[in-house]
């Protein structure tokens, strides 16, 4: 394998790797030592995460504020991307309104970035993810790779790789349900089929405005508007989406009562405008990990 380390001085702005990739965001990576979403704050430690990213195989550990990485293949312009590092963090916190409980949430989890998964793995996490605690996102999403995912051997290690859209169009609805995926399973199923049939391109989301791009995706079989929008944060790098989930719903009520409006569209406007608008999506990744984890009580 190849390997090399990402300066930390190449990187705006901090870096906590391990925040970034167990605050619920992401589904798309493992932790080699296993215990990937097992409710233990992994802020302090190194371990090595790994992922299989167009059939390749990338592990990456934090390495003195930097990433250290091992992979088949050169893998530093794929994590910039996957990891955000790109993104200017001290910039985006500046520009994001002052508030007690947003700037409580930067400090606790400063570094914590928005990661951009591949479309598809990204888009099935969260059509699993309704009314499931991230520890069962997670798992179902390991039984699919583990089921359906094509196997990579290296260094006397086996991966797999998430299934692609042919891989779970194949699966039956019976199969999908012995992975533990309940009344999801005939959504993943068909959307699975519409993305490998070319039904709906999910490029054909990319570069629309906004609002548009979320009503775009809401064609998927399982995704609605919440959904639409974490995969519109998580992957298409629209940083502006907020996903309305439980946990912003009762942030909005207990903190931000004048952004209740109702509707999800119009809440929505309100809290983005809010939360910092053009990078709302970050204060809300924040306040989604930060409360989830205890802050604020």
Known sequence: MESGTIPAETIPGALDLGATLESGQSYFWNR??????????????????????????????????GVEWESTTDAEPALRDLLGLEDDLDAIIEATPSDELIDAAYESYRGLRIVRDPFFPCLISFICSAQMRVARIFAMQTALREAYGEAIETDGETYHAFPTPAQLAAASEADLRELKLGYRAPYVQRTAEMVADGEADPADAEGLPYEEARKYLTQFVGVGEKVADCVLLFSLGYLEAVPLDTWIRSTIEEHFPECDRGSYAETSRAIRERLGGQYAGYSQTYLFHYLRNGGGD
Do not use: F, K
Not at 49 to 61: L, M
């Open 32 to 65: 080699a030592d296993g215990r990937m979403y097992d409710g233990e704050d992994s802020r302090g430690e190194s371990p090595w995460y790994w992922t299989v990213h167009r059939d390749e195989v990338i592990r990456v550990r934090q390495s003195g504020g």
